[in-house]
């Protein structure tokens, strides 16, 4: 249920003010104060401001929370299926929606006027319903080159390292940096690792890799700076298939472990 | 009824306008930086603006037509011939079956596009003829083009079967025919030196140190060699933050330039990495991004501040010139005689 409207109002009460004074204000930006469910109580700000002449931003915090992230994902559904004269694009990540616009066909202040009163209705509207999906890893040698020195900085053993990987169920928190790359959320703290110093020129497809609080899963072959300690015969992006990405925004992901012999079963179907 | 490629020159790609709605799925947009030459181009062979064709990069390809084929060259100043003799940019030219086009080097500026009539044929791939390079999908294969590879055409639209017939019955023979009229290359942007490119700042400009906001817009900057269709690696004088703070990854955009820690600005193209972390301190004006896709290695640019409003009315006024200038091409068209 609803608060209030936000309208065209600037300051809508006072927790809205609380909330921001980290932000400087700057110019054609309002901050709007929204209440995300009447349930969680969780407020939040919300500052919409231009990128460019073709882009607004919406930022819903400094800092990404599940909370954050479910609304992100209901703003952007709501977006892609009711979407405003002009409307070119959304994409959604930890903390804001970046949406481009034909400025042609709108202005600035029409397309944040939409956005606004959008942001207003859509706090009770439901993103789809995130999936779980299961992800095969190898753990063998051949496929994971840094899995030794790693357990070895982080005092821990190679199983160790399968076995805490193995554990969580991983939020995909976006999809972005090339395509169908999901940044998962989730990682135990005993694996937080730094990205190599010097990044790899070609990290092999299907890599499984670790960096800072993250996991993630490399869909083809790209220079990259991330641990390596795995590879999956899976195909997250498949140019051909709708959705191209095997991963959407939301969805959850689970890796079990499997043998090299598996591996290479699973490499053959996936062709 | 295809092109042979002989030499591929240096990066050479099918584009066609890019392939917009899939960013958040990490799909770059991709698409011809200069969009105006891209444009023009097609336009000039009865084409829609949609259509493909072949961008090419500071050396063009050399191309063996096996059939005869209206085409037309827009973009940088490049040293192009057919059987040796210089083949005129910026207006339709018809080139008989058995004839050679060496794109040649760029003279100025630094891409070059080649449109034929009825587009470069390849497939569609989520609704776009581009190559994505990073994921190699799209376009030739979604690779460079190679010497020996083939490129199809589609079919002429009615205007240009009629501007062939009309060139055919003129030119008798020889290996080119053209019309008299042409486009004015300058009818988006001069290219000046150095290049002056307009942006709208953001935010994240005003944590700028102060002498690095004076900084951005008074000194030049370098477009360096490390440098591709992902983003312009700039190096000057290095800008600083009151307090350098990374952000968490959000969505990126053409023209997007970002200040990584070492305080050497990118400016984000086409091809670039939908999210990113780096702080973004302006925005490169839409009407300024074609100009800036024909800034070479080594090029000079000095940044101009302008306001939102401004560039957005810019941009207007750039289209509506592009819309007068296809209504009197269509208008030349319209009267030719075959």
């Not at chain 2, 490390?226 to 700039?234: I, K």
Request: hydrophobic fraction near 40%; include cysteine.
């Amino acid at each position: 249920m609803l608060l209030h409207g936000v309208g065209d109002a600037i300051y809508l009460g006072v927790l809205g003010v609380l909330t921001c004074v980290r932000q400087r204000p700057a110019p054609f930006s309002k901050r709007y104060n929204c209440c995300i469910s009447t349930t969680s109580r969780m407020y939040s700000y919300m500052h919409i401001y231009p990128l460019g002449d073709a882009t607004l931003v919406i930022e819903f915090g400094k800092d990404t929370s599940p909370e954050i992230r479910q609304r992100i994902r209901a703003v952007v559904a709501q977006l892609q299926t009711s979407p405003f004269q002009g409307f070119v694009e959304a994409i959604p990540a930890f903390t804001s929606i970046t949406v481009l616009y034909d400025l042609q066909k709108i202005t600035y202040s029409e397309a944040e006027m939409y956005v606004s009163k959008l942001l207003s209705i859509t706090s009770e509207v439901q993103p789809r319903a995130g999936r779980t999906i299961e992800i095969p890893v190898c753990y063998a040698e051949a496929f994971a080159p840094d899995l030794k020195t790693l357990a070895a900085y982080l005092n821990l053993s190679v199983q160790d390292i399968i076995d805490l990987h193995t554990q969580p169920l991983y939020e995909v928190a976006m999809i972005g940096f090339v395509p169908a790359f999901p940044y998962l959320v989730g990682l135990p703290e005993q694996l937080y690792a730094p990205r190599h110093a010097t990044p790899r020129l070609a990290v092999p497809a299907g890599s499984v890799g670790l960096a800072g609080k993250q996991t993630g899963i490399y869909p083809f072959e790209t220079p990259g700076g991330w641990q390596l300690i795995g590879r999956t015969p899976i195909k997250l992006f498949r140019p051909d298939a709708e959705p191209p990405s095997l991963l959407q925004s939301g969805d959850f992901v689970k890796f079990y472990p499997i043998s090299e012999r598996e591996f290479f079963e699973r490499s053959q179907q996936a062709r | 009824m295809s092109i042979a490629v002989q030499d591929a020159g240096l990066l050479s790609t099918v584009q066609d306008l890019g392939r917009w709605g899939r960013q958040h799925l990490g799909i770059a947009p991709t698409g011809a930086l200069d969009t105006c030459a891209s444009t023009l181009a097609n336009w000039l062979v009865g084409n829609d603006a949609t259509a493909a064709v072949l961008e090419m990069t500071l050396v063009g390809a050399t191309l063996k037509f096996e059939t005869d084929a209206l085409i037309a060259l827009c973009g940088g100043k490049f040293a192009a011939t057919v059987n040796g003799q210089p083949l005129p940019l910026y207006r339709p030219v018809l080139v008989s079956a058995g004839s050679q086009v060496a794109c040649g080097r760029a003279e100025v500026g630094a891409r070059l596009y080649l449109a034929v009539s009825g587009g470069i044929d390849v497939p569609q791939v989520m609704n776009s003829r581009s190559t994505n390079l990073t994921a190699r999908f799209g376009g030739m294969e979604g690779r460079t083009l190679q010497p020996g590879d083939r490129l199809y055409m589609g079919a002429s639209s009615p205007q240009a079967q009629k501007l062939i017939a009309a060139l055919k019955a003129q030119g008798k023979g020889k290996a080119i025919a053209t019309t008299p009229f042409f486009i004015s290359p300058t009818i988006c942007h001069i290219p000046t030196s150095p290049l002056i490119v307009r942006v709208v700042l953001t935010e994240a400009f005003q944590q700028l140190q102060p002498e690095s906001q004076t900084q951005f817009f008074q000194s030049p900057f370098t477009v360096s060699a490390q440098s591709n269709r992902m983003g312009y690696r700039l190096s000057g004088k290095p800008l600083a933050f009151q307090h350098y703070e990374e952000r968490l990854s959000a969505g990126t955009v053409n023209g997007a330039i970002q200040l990584p820690p070492d305080g050497q600005p990118i400016i984000l193209l086409a091809d670039r990495q939908t999210v990113g972390g780096y702080p973004i301190i302006a925005v490169v004006a839409s009407v300024d991004l074609p100009k800036v896709a024909q800034a070479n290695v080594h090029t000079q640019i000095y940044f101009q501040a302008i306001a939102l409003q401004e560039a957005q009315e810019l941009y207007r006024a750039q289209q509506r010139a592009m819309r007068l200038c296809k209504a009197h091409l269509d208008l030349k068209l319209d009267m030719l005689q075959p």
